[in-house]
């Protein structure tokens, strides 16, 4: 996946993650758009939303890096 295919995949989540934010608050008179699809909110229930979301989650690639935890130990 090239860098520009992952920043429309990343902005596609981000724009799902928000028509599911705002039509739990009840805003359901929009839409979302995202990479060649359109998807009205009044024509769409909440799990719908959510499967959309995680079919685009399924679609990032695995990290490849190695996970550091960092603690703080106060003075």
């Known amino acids: 996946m090239t860098e520009e295919e992952l920043a429309v995949l990343k902005a596609d989540i981000v ?18 758009r995202f990479a060649d699809r359109t998807i009205k909110y009044s024509e ?3 799990p719908e939303l959510q499967v959309e979301l ?3 989650k ?8 190695r996970v550091r935890t ?6």
């Open 15 to 32: 724009a799902v993650e928000t028509a599911i934010k705002k039509f739990a608050s009840g805003d359901r008179v929009s839409e979302v």
């Open 44 to 46: 769409i229930s909440l």
């Open 54 to 56: 995680t079919r685009l």
């Open 58 to 65: 399924t679609q990032l690639p695995a990290s490849s890096g």
């Open 70 to 75: 960092i603690r703080y130990r106060g003075l």
